[in-house]
């Protein structure tokens, strides 16, 4: 038998697998939202059920693991390269699933945040914000972000994995966990008003939630991300401005 039938798929296969799941049901609810699974996702009014709110939060938990995981691979990756140098197991998904949970939590703010929005009657049926002063707050409130000190401590501990475990390294599945927590929250501190952007452009926007993904990938990844970062921000502070005033 070969010997590398005893090995556990790579993480990074798994991160990929996972992120690609999720991006299929997202697009499924996005194209099909006429059938009932779909509805429930989308309710019309803030009259929600119990079922409801389950639904909507699992909605923007699957959208938020869609957009999220694939910029952590790096991570994911020099967290089992230093697993298998100390001649440790390696504890990937568990760090995996913190990172997960903290995105989880951000999902259940969003979906306070989406019955908030309902219950004052500014969205449309698309989850769109209908008025201006609010998106462009939103839009605002982004673009500042974009230059505050927490953005960039946040950044540039989301775009240097080998510092970031030299660092914050615990050893176990406990450990590994507590890791994927750390890294989540410097994530969420990274992107959650570029998130925000998503009740402004629309939460069932398939481009919307592909340029964000997209930009939270820039950001992590490419050497000049943090400058292009910036960049939008200055965008999104004159788009929030115009929209208020106009």
């Known amino acids: 038998m070969n010997a590398r039938q005893h090995h556990p798929p790579r993480p990074t296969s798994l991160l990929a697998v996972a992120a690609a799941l999720c991006w299929a049901l997202t697009i499924w609810i996005i194209l099909n939202m006429d059938h009932p699974l779909a509805r429930l996702t989308m309710p019309m009014s803030a009259a ?38 100390s001649n440790t197991l390696d504890h990937s998904p568990q760090f995996i699933a913190g990172y997960v949970v903290i995105w989880a939590a951000f999902s259940f703010i969003a979906t306070v945040f989406q019955w908030a929005f309902q219950t004052l009657n500014v969205t449309s049926h698309m989850l769109v914000i209908t008025q201006d002063w609010i998106a462009g707050t939103i839009l605002i409130l982004a673009g500042l972000t974009q230059w505050t000190p927490l953005k960039d401590r946040c950044l540039s501990q989301c775009r240097t994995p080998a510092g970031f475990f030299m660092t914050h390294w615990r050893a176990g599945r406990r450990g590994a966990f507590r890791m994927g927590l750390l890294h989540g929250s410097y994530c969420l501190g990274c992107c959650w008003a570029l998130m925000a952007l998503l009740f402004v452009f629309g939460v069932m926007n398939l481009t919307a939630i592909l340029i964000l993904s997209l930009l939270v990938a820039t950001e992590k ?18 788009w929030g401005a115009i929209t208020i005033l106009a």
Not at 221 to 238: D, F, N, T
């Open 221 to 238: 990844l490419l050497p000049s991300g943090q400058r292009i970062g910036q960049i939008i921000g200055i965008v999104l502070l004159v």
């Open 48 to 85: 929600w059920k119990v079922e409801t709110a389950v639904a909507v939060w699992l909605m923007w938990s699957v959208m938020m693991a869609a957009m999220m995981l694939p910029s952590t691979a790096p991570m994911v990756s020099v967290h089992r390269m230093i697993s298998l140098r």
